[in-house]
């Protein structure tokens, strides 16, 4: 059982919670994830660990009310109980001095890009965070990113906040005036496509962060299987980072339907 020892709306639906974790706290990197469950019949939800407060003993997750049990997950309030909370997870981030980084968050995915861009930023890099959301109220951590990043590029559907487009438009709008070393991104598997389409153009190295449909973590139960290069991958293992342009989205979109 893990305490929530708090709670914050950054929207309607989009909530976050600091938990106590302290194991998870001590020796979570960038990029990893836990899977937390409610309940004993709970379904097993992955969440990237936004952040860790290891005085503290705790770990920080976003989560969206999407479905029965993400909106279980949100009902809860502080001094609540999360029944497991399971981690740290996956392959953390590979992180080293690439020189000019876009980290591209989308959504919710704002969330566990935070961790990436304080890493990266920390070890040397021009990091550059082009964040995305249908509109200004879905905009998340803004003042958080911009403490670690050299620029931050703002982009909203509506134009309600920044600049009116698409993450794709921020994107192109850095990658037309300077060299980009690398690009990171996370956020709904249609636009993780559609940004590994724009990079690959452009010819600039791209990891992708996935989230699929998890059930074990242990790469068992093969809910969470890709294909990446060819080859047949589990994100709960191998991932959650691939390299972007190898990533079969198509079939990841397909897959994700399936559950919906």
Request: glycine share 10%.
């Amino acid at each position: 059982m893990n305490k929530i020892v708090d709670k914050e709306y950054f929207s309607e639906n989009v909530v976050k919670f600091e938990v106590e974790a302290p194991l998870i706290a001590r020796s979570r990197k960038a990029g990893h994830f836990v899977i937390v469950r409610v309940g004993e019949k709970g379904e097993r939800i992955p969440l990237t660990i936004a952040a860790s407060d290891v005085a503290k003993g705790t770990i920080t997750i976003v989560i969206q009310a999407v479905g029965a049990s993400s909106k279980k997950i949100c009902d809860l309030n502080t001094g609540d109980y999360i029944t497991d909370v399971v981690g740290p997870l996956g392959q953390a981030t590979h992180i080293e001095n690439y020189g000019t980084v876009i980290c591209a968050g989308g959504g919710v995915g704002i969330a566990p890009m935070l961790p990436i861009i304080e890493a990266m930023k920390k070890a040397g890099n021009k990091v550059i965070s082009v964040l995305a959301a249908r509109t200004k109220d879905l905009v998340i951590l803004e003042k958080q990113v911009a403490e670690y990043s050299d620029e931050v590029i703002v982009m909203t559907d509506d134009g309600s906040y920044g600049y009116k487009g698409l993450i794709t438009n921020g994107i192109e709008m850095v990658v037309n005036r300077e060299k980009v070393d690398l690009c990171v991104t996370i956020g709904p598997a249609i636009m993780m496509k559609f940004v590994s389409l724009l990079t690959e153009k452009y010819n600039i190295p791209t990891m992708a962060s996935l989230n699929t449909i998890m059930v074990d973590g242990t790469g068992m139960c093969g809910a969470c299987r890709i294909t990446v290069g060819g080859k047949t991958k589990f994100v709960c293992v191998d991932g959650p980072e691939f390299n972007a342009h190898e990533v079969d989205f198509d079939e990841m979109l397909m897959r994700l339907k399936a559950y919906n």
